[in-house]
């Protein structure tokens, strides 16, 4: 089953509890809950008692800027994300993963995306995320859904050992969003929610669950994120810096001009978990096909774009890359099958293709060795095309010195 690489921006968004990744909530009848104590100990609202132990009304209502860095290991892939906040709509992650550097933002009226400096279309889907993500963002800092009209909660009571409150956003196409709050300190421990997810009709039942909390500027902060996708772990994720209204520069919200060349990086590929096919007999759709019925059939989570490596102008391979949950024991393969293998890192250099037809494909290639030439490098293996999206293609050419 494949999941979103994005999910490393949950731990940094919800450093407030505020997911970055995917969304919408887990639903549950009322004879789930049992009443809480709290309420009749306390006269005070569940959300209020949340919002003292976050840091007091008065410190969360001063929040302007939030700046983060995190970093996450999702099926066995290491990952590292930045995020920054300046409220109340603007918005920017900025996430470093599989030799590619991806950017998703918005100014408060244009969401924009880019891959390596080259931008590229923003879906539907990527729109949606971003409401649930500046929903959550109000979520987070509790005091942003408190007395606003175009917000309901309703506290639910006890379960699974938290005091639960939903919140509702009246003129957004997003939510619900549970709360849930540990009943001694008050402290948001866990978010659910359903969570819009690229390459599904339906949506996803996503948890998140905080511990390691710190007071950080005087708010509580869970440095440490356990995340889950329709009740299977798959990732975790810690904070290693955060700045509270620290000074940020407006104009990383805005949309950037596109280069007038798609830029080259010279960088090094992560070590990776792979299913491949080699000795392509036919057509390489068709191959594609089997090696991803073969991860199908053996249950294995698919964990990132897939990829053709080519000889000229001769597919010589096809893969996924995967999570193996016991890489040292690889499974074995028939003959003409796929195989599962892992990749060392090993030096290459990238650009983006924005119209991947052969032609600007064979065109980027030829950028990438002259570019080789020009630094005393050279082709130490097949070039690959990493499918990002249907219309976004990166080339890969791995390199040695001479």
Excluded at 51 to 57: L, Y
């Amino acid at each position: 089953m494949s999941r979103s690489r994005k999910k490393i921006l949950l731990v940094l968004a919800l450093a407030l509890a505020v997911p970055a990744g995917a969304l919408y909530a887990i639903f549950f009848l009322s004879d789930q809950y049992e009443k809480s104590e709290s309420s009749t100990d306390d006269e005070r609202t569940l959300l209020a008692r949340g919002i003292e132990a976050r840091g007091g009304r008065e410190r969360l209502s001063r929040i302007r800027t939030v700046v983060s860095r995190a970093v996450g290991i999702e099926s066995g892939k290491r990952t590292e994300a930045r995020i920054s906040i300046a409220l109340p709509d603007r918005y920017r992650h900025d996430v470093v993963t599989r030799g590619a550097r991806l950017v998703h933002a918005t100014d408060g009226s244009t969401t924009w995306s880019t891959i390596d400096q080259v931008p590229v279309p923003v879906e539907e889907v990527d729109l949606l995320r971003l409401q649930e993500q500046m929903a959550m963002v109000r979520c987070g800092v509790l005091v942003g859904i408190d007395g606003d009209d175009a917000v309901t909660t309703k506290e639910l009571g006890l379960r699974d050992g938290l005091d639960w409150l939903e919140v509702e956003f009246k003129e957004r196409d997003v939510g619900p969003f549970l709360l849930g709050f540990s009943p001694e300190a008050t402290l948001l421990t866990r978010a659910e929610w359903k969570a819009s997810m690229t390459g599904r009709l339906t949506k996803a039942a996503m948890s998140v669950t905080f511990s390691d909390f710190r007071s950080i500027d005087g708010i509580m902060v869970g440095f440490t994120a356990t995340i889950s996708v329709d009740e299977e772990v798959l990732a975790q994720e810690t904070i290693e810096e955060i700045a509270f209204d620290a000074d940020v520069d407006p104009q990383i919200f805005s949309q950037p001009e596109p280069p007038a060349e798609n830029p080259i990086f010279d960088r090094h590929s992560t070590r990776a978990q792979v299913a491949v096919l080699h000795d392509i007999p036919g057509e390489v759709a068709d191959a594609e096909q089997v090696v991803s019925a073969f991860i199908e059939e053996r249950e294995v989570n698919r964990n990132g774009p897939g990829f053709r490596d080519l000889d000229g102008e001769r597919t010589v391979a096809v893969g996924l890359p995967v999570h193996l949950p016991n890489p040292d024991k690889l499974p074995p393969a028939g003959k003409d099958a796929p195989r599962f293998t892992i990749e060392s890192p090993h030096r290459i250099l990238t650009t983006i293709v924005t119209q991947p037809d052969p032609e600007a494909l064979r065109t980027a290639e030829q950028r990438l060795r002259e570019h080789a030439s020009l630094s005393s490098l050279e082709q130490s293996g097949p070039v690959r095309h990493v499918e990002w999206k249907k219309s976004i293609v990166q080339v890969q050419l791995p390199v040695k010195g001479r």
